[in-house]
T-cell receptor, first 113, second 118 residues
């Protein structure tokens, strides 16, 4: 799976949009971009994933650049409960997603009141 | 939907004893379950992959005789830490893939089990 690069930490004001960047310049055509987050002392939570089109669900939006070398996770109206470590993971699903996930260091997002 | 539970949520044991951790998919059947370990201030590390009815596949550096995995049904996997030592103290987290959406690959994680070995 391709390697990802994320900022170590970010701050965002409560109520504002949080934009979390992720670089994945070596991504290949079969690889999807996944986002998970982990609130302190809990298991990770799936947020969203995409291949090349932008995606939106009830939690967030995922914007993937046309060349697919980077992406941005957008939390439209951040709340204090969104404070967590956010992981961007690139993985090949051609095997049906049968492999475990490789977590990097992620971005520690801190929502400020 | 897609809820995964773990039991116990925390456990303290003496060095040399064995500890069993259960992982259950509550509202779906899991094709595959995964076990991860997370040390303080570090990221999750995949330990092993288990498929129902077959032997688990362990990641390099993970001792299969120390971390016994049993995946007896499509909704239950267990991890037994045998002869636990203080260095095994960690946060153990399981995840499961929903059999219905297995092609998409997203995994659903349990809340984790905090193991402390004295």
């Amino acid at each position: 799976d391709a390697k990802t690069t994320q900022p170590t930490s970010m701050d965002c004001a409560e109520g504002r949009a949080a934009n979390l960047p992720c670089n994945h310049s070596t991504i290949s055509g079969n690889e999807y971009v996944y986002w998970y987050r982990q609130i302190h002392s809990q298991g990770p939570q799936y947020i969203i994933h995409g291949l090349k089109n932008n995606e939106t669900n009830e939690m967030a939006s995922l914007i993937i650049t046309e060349d697919r070398k980077s992406s941005t996770l957008i939390l439209p109206h951040a709340t204090l409960r969104d404070t967590a470590v956010y992981y961007c993971i690139v993985r090949d699903n051609s095997g049906g997603g049968a492999d475990g996930l490789t977590f990097g260091k992620g971005t520690h997002l801190i929502i400020q009141p | 939907g897609a809820v995964v539970s773990q039991h116990p949520s925390w456990v303290i044991c003496k060095s040399g004893t064995s500890v069993k951790i259960e992982c259950r998919s509550l509202d779906f059947q899991a094709t595959t379950m995964f076990w991860y370990r997370q040390f303080p201030k570090q990221s999750l590390m995949l330990m092993a992959t288990s498929n129902e009815g077959s032997k688990a596949t362990y990641e390099q550096g993970v001792e299969k005789d120390k971390f016994l995995i049993n995946h007896a049904s499509l909704t239950l996997s267990t991890l037994t830490v045998t002869s636990a030592h203080p260095e095994d103290s960690s946060f153990y987290i399981c995840s499961a893939r929903d059999r219905r959406t297995s092609g998409y690959g997203e995994q659903f994680f349990g809340p984790g089990t905090r193991l402390t070995v004295l």
